[in-house]
């Protein structure tokens, strides 16, 4: 089965083991996905990341998922994608939304490489809205 959407199977991916209670989750690996994970452990949503370049055709994506140490609830609550391949979202630096008024995080894929909603708002870049992680 061919995956259309790699970017959306990556988010399932992570959803699907947060909500079997998966300590590790392996996703195969691209430069795009190597990129929302390294913002994804930077703002504090993943415990750690590997990339395994020699592994299979085009490596894995290794994630250790983060649980609240008390209520084991996932640190992820919600994880969605925005720009799909039948329905681009792209937004201006000024137009790009903030989640849960600036408690969650947009990743933008801009012309200076892939990025979080604050970011790029500093940066005064706009790009495609690949998804939003509260």
């Known amino acids: 089965m061919a995956v259309t959407d790699p970017i959306a ?12 209670g998966h ?3 392996e996703i195969p690996s691209s430069k795009m996905k190597k990129s929302i994970t390294e913002i994804l452990y930077d ?22 998922l983060k649980y609240d140490p008390i209520s084991k609830i996932p640190v ?9 391949s ?3 979202q ?3 630096a000024t137009e790009i939304p903030r989640i849960i ?12 490489g892939v990025m979080t909603d604050k970011k790029a708002k500093k ?8 998804c939003y992680v509260y």
């Open 86 to 88: 039948g329905l681009r």
């Open 101 to 112: 008024n600036g408690l969650g995080i947009a990743i933008v894929s801009t012309s200076r």
């Open 43 to 64: 703002q504090g949503f993943i415990l750690k990341y590997k990339f395994d370049d020699d592994a299979g055709k085009q490596g894995i994506i290794s994630i250790a």
């Open 123 to 130: 940066e005064n870049v706009g790009g495609e809205l690949i």
């Open 9 to 20: 199977d990556y988010l399932t991916r992570i959803r699907n083991a947060q909500q079997a």
């Open 76 to 84: 992820i609550r919600k994880l969605g994608r925005i720009s799909r």
């Open 23 to 25: 300590r590790v989750v």
């Open 90 to 92: 792209y937004a201006k």
